[in-house]
Nanobody, 115 residues
Framework: QAQLVESGGGSVQSGGSLRLSCVAS????????MAWYRQAAGKQRELVAR???????GYADSVRGRFSISRDGAKNTVYLQMDSLKPEDTGIYYC?????????WGQGTQVTVSS
């Protein structure tokens, strides 16, 4: 299975910004829609944002207008720009393909937003 490595998380105050990165191995990146998912403590993993190879994006209602997903084909990397962060955005963020996660889930990157 393809490997996925997330980075860029951290601790910020409410209203702050972070930019997450995910490097994917192999052809998983080239031929699939990619997505960011997150899992808050005690909750199920949820879809945050998705992006097709042709650039069509979609967002969860809770992040629309604040988050932006993008990809760099030359680097096999997908990004998540997160602005106007809220405490409810706290969680571990993962990337994988969409709609069916085909890669091995990485360790994710922790995002903590304090009020």
């Amino acid at each position: 299975q393809a490997q996925l490595v997330e980075s860029g998380g951290g601790s910020v105050q409410s209203g702050g910004s972070l930019r997450l990165s995910c490097v994917a191995s192999g052809d998983i990146f080239r031929f699939n829609s990619m997505a960011w998912y997150r899992q808050a403590a005690g909750k199920q993993r949820e879809l945050v944002a998705r992006l097709t190879p042709l650039g069509s994006s979609g967002y969860a209602d809770s992040v629309r207008g604040r988050f932006s997903i993008s990809r760099d084909g030359a680097k096999n990397t997908v990004y998540l720009q997160m602005d106007s962060l809220k405490p409810e955005d706290t969680g571990i963020y993962y990337c994988n393909t969409y709609p069916t996660p085909k890669g091995s889930w990485g360790q994710g990157t922790q995002v903590t937003v304090s009020s």
